[in-house]
């Protein structure tokens, strides 16, 4: 722990350098025979290996294993949440390092980039933000100081000679963090040569690519034609034609299962799924390659592909997610100028019950078939989604995601879901980050919410005490490796 001094907070007439407490007992109940209870069941799972079965991890960071280069691209610059809660107090992307469609970056110096972040850290107050990176700086590099305009400089330093150690390399703290497996999330065009150089290397960390289609399945997407073309040349298949589309969509899944993937994942807007005829899909297919199609159109073709994904699943046995409900790129000027998802993106509400019902009719009864769905709509937890999970054998939830992965919301979704679905229709927790730096601290905030939760219930002795531990483990390492097949 450093003692120098810089202007951070006022004592008397004295300025001194302000720390960040990293109590022992954060975010774990405050009433003190629950959080007696707390302690045991973290003090049991909080060295388990981290499975981190869904993320967005670029897999050339730890291909290449070359240093960080400095703070912003660690901490700022891959890291949606921030750009987000900046632009929110009229701080200009341009100002935040970020690189343009034309690959143009305004804001070369990574030193003002970092001090834009440290000026304005009271705008994190009370977020998961302010959380995990204060976690990370005192856990992950051993930097307690608190962020403030006056100590952005010693910070940035103190991370820069950081970064230059062995030490802190990608891999190195990926066996730091004990990750046991990290999947990638992956375009269903990617060859997955990073993949392959990984495989290839002698290093034993396990990464393994989980296969997105949303960029050859939705006709909504800027780059979709494109991407269908970019499918024809990987695959050798006539991808405008229907039946070549299916093979060639067929045969990326064979090549991502056979290099390791072991779910596949689908952004769509909604969670609306239809089954259409192989005359009337043939159909729709044809407009929505000729342009010749509107946004009802848009909707029944991402519907139908959805169920195709669930029967191609039951075939090879991926693993289905389905993350629906965000209005993506609501910002139109940011994606213009940036391109996907640098922060823009809204929760909508989302209808389960209906919208799955095709779906779940078909295959929700198959023990082949495993469908993970997340919701940004928490308003659905218990009126749709635990009674769905807590019913059909193939579907699972998964875990608070994005805005609700958070103290607060990890503690609702527990609350919402566990008396209808229990702890054992739930997938486990994933970090869904790209911020690589933040996995470690977004799985121990999420064990030990959870832990303070199943305290709760061992002091209203509706759980005991041994079941809550069977619990604990279950929902930090074992759901995730049973769900994902890991």
Not at 189 to 207: C, F, N, P, S, Y
Request: glycine share 6%; hydrophobic share 35%; aromatic share 10%.
């Amino acid at each position: 722990m450093t003692t120098e001094r810089a202007q951070v907070s006022k004592l008397g007439k004295e300025w001194v350098m302000a720390e960040v407490d990293m109590h022992d007992d954060r975010l774990l109940p405050p009433e003190a025979s629950v959080r007696t209870v707390a302690r045991e069941l973290y003090a049991q799972v909080r060295d388990l290996p981290l499975l981190c079965p869904h993320g967005h991890v670029d897999p050339a960071l730890l291909a290449d294993d070359e240093p960080f280069p400095d703070p912003a691209w660690l901490f700022i610059i891959p890291d949606h949440y921030v750009h987000r809660m900046l632009h929110s107090a009229r701080i200009p992307h341009e100002e935040l390092g970020l690189v343009d469609v034309d690959g143009e970056q305004r804001e070369t110096d990574s030193r003002r980039v970092w001090k834009r972040l440290c000026e304005n850290w009271h705008l994190f107050s009370g977020t998961p933000s302010k959380i995990w990176l204060e976690m990370e700086l005192a856990e992950v590099f051993g930097i307690t100081t608190r962020l403030a305009a006056d100590t952005a400089d010693h910070v940035y330093d103190e991370l820069l000679e950081r970064l230059a150690q062995p030490e802190y390399r990608p891999r190195a703290l990926f066996e730091r963090f004990n990750i046991e497996v990290l999947a990638t999330t992956d375009d269903a065009t990617d060859r997955l040569e990073t993949h392959q150089r990984i495989r290839d290397d002698a290093w034993t960390g396990k990464v393994i690519p989980t296969y997105r289609p949303d960029k050859v399945l939705d006709p909504d997407q800027p780059t979709f034609h494109a991407s269908l073309k970019l499918l024809g040349e990987v695959t050798g298949q006539d991808t405008m034609s229907y039946i070549g589309y299916l093979t060639a969509l067929r045969q990326r899944r064979e090549h991502f299962r056979r290099m390791g993937a072991t779910a596949t994942d689908h952004g769509h807007p909604s969670a609306y799924t239809v089954e259409l005829s192989e005359t009337d899909a043939e159909k729709l297919f044809r407009r929505v390659t000729e342009g010749e199609y509107d946004a009802t159109d848009a909707e029944q073709f991402r519907g139908h592909m959805l169920m195709q994904m669930a029967k191609m699943s039951l075939e090879d046995g991926l693993v289905m997610q389905l993350h629906p409900g965000s209005v993506r790129n609501h910002d139109r000027r940011l994606l213009d100028r940036y391109g996907l998802d640098k922060g823009a993106d809204i929760p909508g509400p989302t209808d389960y019950v209906n919208h799955l019902k095709p779906l779940l009719n078909k295959y929700g009864n198959e023990p082949g078939f495993t469908f993970v769905a997340f919701t940004l709509d928490e308003a659905a937890y218990s009126r749709e989604l635990a009674p769905l999970a807590g019913y059909y054998p193939a579907m699972q939830l998964g875990p608070a995601w994005w805005f609700y992965d958070s103290p607060h919301g990890i503690r609702r979704y527990r609350e919402l879901v566990t008396e209808t679905a229990g702890f054992y229709n739930t997938a486990g927790f994933n970090d869904d980050t790209r911020a690589f730096a933040s996995i470690p601290v977004r799985h121990d905030v999420a064990r030990r919410i959870d832990c303070g939760y199943l305290a709760q219930l061992v002091i209203e002795h509706r759980m005991a005490l041994d079941e809550a531990h069977e619990v604990a483990h279950a929902l930090a390492y074992g759901r995730a490796k049973e769900v994902y097949r890991l």
